[in-house]
């Protein structure tokens, strides 16, 4: 029972185009999203998060869309260039008695072409 | 100077066997995490500990036994180890557990870089 589920494993862009990933949710208690950027052999480290009062949230060049009553957000990467090739998680937390519990999705590999 | 920092990074061992994964946190962080991330590429929680007392406790055999001698450490015991349960292992802090909407800003864990445990 996946509460969070990234559908595409990976995505293969051109340098200086537009990298969408996406997820979907399925627990509606989930109030606060997260993506996290993950290198082979390090651990994932934090990218850009948005609450559930926002629809958006942006810093530099990536963007966070969530969309409520879809139950889904997506990482917009522009322009995406070739240091952004890596794993992309997207994760999300309930609050409440949750105590910081995040939930992840499978992680979308991302590849950009020079 | 690592601030979430794990050891082994990579351990083999036989079935059977009982094996310990350390993870020692800089950052003055509260919150330690265990998660597992598993051969379909999850990341599960397995335990959380704040201030050395334990809150989040998923549904794990009891062979794992997390240990917490202070709120730096969080150490991952394992005892009579199974094939099932290679996979990466990582820790995590945070500054505390607290819902995290209540926070300004953005937040995120700190992970560190992982134990890959292998089980033959």
């Known amino acids: 029972d996946q509460q969070v589920k990234q559908n595409s494993p990976s995505l293969s862009v051109q340098e200086g185009r537009i990298s969408i990933l996406n997820c979907d949710y399925t627990?509606?208690?989930?109030?606060?999203f997260l993506w996290y950027k993950k290198y082979p052999a390090e651990g994932p480290t934090f990218l850009i998060s948005?609450?559930?009062?926002?629809d958006k949230n942006e810093d530099g060049r990536f963007t966070v869309f969530l969309n409520k009553s879809a139950k889904h957000l997506s990482l917009h990467i522009v322009p995406s260039q070739p240091g952004d090739s890596a794993v992309y998680f997207c994760?999300?937390?309930?609050?409440?008695?949750?105590?910081?519990?995040?939930?992840f999705g499978q992680g979308t590999i991302l590849t950009v072409h020079p | 100077d690592t601030a979430v920092s794990q050891t082994p990074k990579y351990l083999v061992t036989q079935m059977g066997n009982d094996k310990s994964i350390k993870c020692e946190q800089n950052?003055?962080?509260?919150?330690m995490y265990w998660y597992k991330q598993d051969s379909k590429k999850f990341l599960k929680i397995m335990f959380s500990?704040?201030?050395?007392?334990?809150?989040i406790n998923e549904t794990v055999p009891n062979r794992f036994s997390p240990k917490s001698p202070d709120k730096a450490h969080l150490n991952l015991h394992i005892n009579s180890l199974e094939l099932g349960d290679s996979a990466v292992y990582f820790c995590?802090?945070?500054?505390?557990?607290?819902?995290?909407?209540?926070?300004?800003?953005?937040?995120?864990?700190?992970f560190g870089s992982g134990t890959r445990l292998t089980v033959v």
């Open positions: 995590a802090s945070s500054q505390g557990p607290l819902p995290l909407r209540f926070r300004q800003g953005n937040y995120g864990y700190t």
């Open positions: 948005i609450s559930s009062i926002k």
């Open positions: 500990y704040n201030n050395k007392e334990l809150i």
């Open positions: 627990n509606s208690m989930f109030d606060y």
């Open positions: 950052l003055g962080h509260d919150t």
């Open positions: 994760a999300a937390s309930a609050g409440g008695t949750s105590y910081g519990k995040l939930t």
